[in-house]
């Protein structure tokens, strides 16, 4: 149905508004996240008997680095989902046309996935111990995101329904 497309073309556009945010914020207020990174970085707040403590990264530069990679990462998923929605729109009309134009906004959410399902939960809690700060721990906020994220990659891939509500038969 035509709704459901009109759905996952808003919600592909929505997710790209929010990453936008999300770079926006960390270049308009570049000190404030650089901190977050710092911290997890250098590891100054994990348990003080841990013994993965020879992992951290104490370089201000490759704080920066770190911090312009995901920067980086973001404005990209932003840019690649916004062409995503903008070619799912253009395309809404016509079903078939409509599952092509669908290849950008998955690339662009998948990006967004890997950004705090690798970037955050893995590397910076995992790796870098993140789980362990109070102060500097930012799962739950990564994994809030990828489960939104997941959730429209999702929605995004499934097939569209017709009015006898099964898929399109050029869909798997």
């Known amino acids: 149905m035509m709704i459901v497309r009109v759905s996952k073309s808003i919600l592909v556009g929505a997710v790209a508004l929010w990453v936008s945010l999300v770079a926006f914020g960390n270049i308009t207020d570049y000190g404030t996240n650089l901190a977050f990174v710092q911290h997890v970085l250098s590891m100054d707040t994990v348990f ?46 016509d079903p078939s046309a409509f599952i092509e134009a669908k290849g950008l906004a998955v690339i662009g959410l998948t990006v967004c996935l890997l950004i705090w399902l690798v ?46 509500g099964r898929g399109n038969a050029a869909e798997p």
């Open 119 to 164: 970037g955050f939960i893995a590397i910076g809690g995992e790796w870098f111990g993140m789980w362990m700060s109070t102060q500097w721990n930012g799962i739950e906020s990564a994994f809030r995101f990828s489960a939104l994220i997941l959730g429209v990659l999702i929605y995004v891939v499934m097939p569209d329904s017709n009015r006898m």
């Open 48 to 93: 003080p008997d841990t013994t993965i403590k020879y992992r951290a990264i104490t370089n201000p530069t490759l704080h920066h680095a770190s911090y312009l990679l995901i920067i980086s990462a973001e404005v990209v998923a932003a840019i690649l989902c916004c062409a995503g929605a903008v070619q799912m729109f253009r395309k809404i009309a």
